[in-house]
């Protein structure tokens, strides 16, 4: 799972995908994608339970009420805001890299075509 991340958070950071046009949309790093972060976060926490499970057996349920019961609903709502947390995360971070990187190819958005307003200047390279 390390190496799909790498790849597709360095694919788009290292080539503009998306001034890559197709008839039924746009090509772009796979974690540009809410879906796949969501799944991998997901896969994540299954993976973590089922590790806990595996090794301390019921008694993984026990870290619910460290370091005192009255946690418990603040350290259940954790496991499951985690995942959304980490999806969250690393699509936006992707996301907001591949829009500056296409800002920086095109000097504003690509679908847009109006030209920039009075005082803006576009960067070109």
Do not use: C
């Amino acid at each position: 799972m390390f190496l799909f991340i790498f790849v597709s958070n360095w694919s788009g950071a290292l080539l503009p995908w998306k001034i890559i046009q197709l008839p039924h949309g746009e090509l772009a790093a796979p974690t540009n994608d809410i879906n796949t972060t969501v799944t991998l976060a997901l896969l994540t926490s299954v993976a973590y339970f089922y590790a806990g499970l595996t090794k301390k057996g019921l008694s993984y349920f026990g870290k619910y009420i460290q370091p005192t019961p009255i946690l418990l609903p603040i350290n259940i709502l954790e496991d499951f805001t985690k995942p959304l947390s980490l999806s969250f995360r690393l699509f936006g971070n992707i996301l907001a890299d591949e829009l500056v990187v296409v800002v920086l190819v095109y000097g504003h958005d690509p679908h847009d075509h109006h030209d920039p307003p009075h005082g803006y200047h576009v960067i070109h390279f």
